[in-house]
């Protein structure tokens, strides 16, 4: 069974561009989320969707960012326009519903990094 | 105060030794409680699950004490390759992880 697939590994960006990252969850879960760690900092949560739905967007961190899940298959995280302060690593993950839905598996992480 | 707090180390300990970390959290609603393994520049890896009666998965042993809101991790006989972060994971509603800021563990030969 493919695990939670994340993709770029890597990008570098300058201030002020656009920057789009893909999560593939494991096939057959409905619950994606997105985490972030800044340097130095713990992962922090961003937001998570539930099939197509998002249940609970709390940690995004502004208005900047924006988060989709079409078909409530894979999905994209954009931040357009990036600052420096978006730094970091981008982590997605992936659960069952149900009893399990508390077990969280994660992507390898994109790491972002805007100059 | 942090919702969940850990001592980030690092522990230094020789091969062989046992090793304990512990783990605070601040919401007394929080639900589930996790230990995951991150190795350096790689994903959190879920070790295992902690529960009220404890777990033990081999040379791992975790425990939940509700009362007092925190959790701890037991690893014995340790091994060059448990170097890692160990991260404390606690869940309250609608399945929202927070995670304390890891606890670096260094196995020495």
């Known amino acids: 069974e493919a695990g939670v697939t994340q993709f770029p590994s890597h990008s570098v960006i300058e201030k002020g561009q656009t920057v789009t990252l893909r999560c593939d969850p494991i096939?057959?879960?409905?619950?994606l989320y997105w985490y972030r760690r800044v340097m130095g900092k713990e992962i922090k949560f961003l937001l998570h969707?539930?099939?197509?739905?998002?249940?609970?967007e709390s940690g995004m961190p502004n208005n900047r960012f924006l988060a989709e899940r079409t078909g409530g298959t894979y999905s994209t995280l954009k931040v357009q326009p990036a600052e420096l302060e978006d730094s970091g690593v981008y982590f997605c993950?992936?659960?069952?519903?149900?009893?399990?839905?508390?077990?969280?598996?994660f992507g390898a992480g994109t790491r972002l990094s805007v100059l | 105060r942090k919702e969940v707090e850990q001592d980030p180390g690092p522990f230094n300990v020789p091969e062989g030794a046992t090793v304990a970390f512990n783990c605070t959290y601040s919401?007394?609603?929080?639900?589930?409680f996790f230990w995951y393994r991150q190795d350096c520049r790689k994903e959190p890896k879920l070790l295992m699950s902690?529960?009220?009666s404890g777990n033990e998965d081999g040379r791992f042993t975790a425990q939940l004490n509700r009362a007092s809101q925190y959790i701890s991790l037991l690893i014995r006989d340790s091994k060059l390759s448990d170097s890692a972060t160990y991260l404390c994971?606690?869940?309250?509603?609608?399945?929202?992880?927070?995670f304390g800021t890891g606890t670096k563990l260094q196995v020495i030969p």
């Open positions: 096939s057959g879960h409905d619950n």
């Open positions: 902690v529960y009220s």
């Open positions: 969707f539930v099939k197509e739905s998002k249940q609970d």
């Open positions: 994971a606690v869940i309250g509603g609608y399945q929202k992880v927070t």
């Open positions: 993950a992936s659960s069952h519903t149900g009893p399990s839905k508390n077990i969280q598996y």
């Open positions: 919401n007394s609603a929080s639900q589930s």
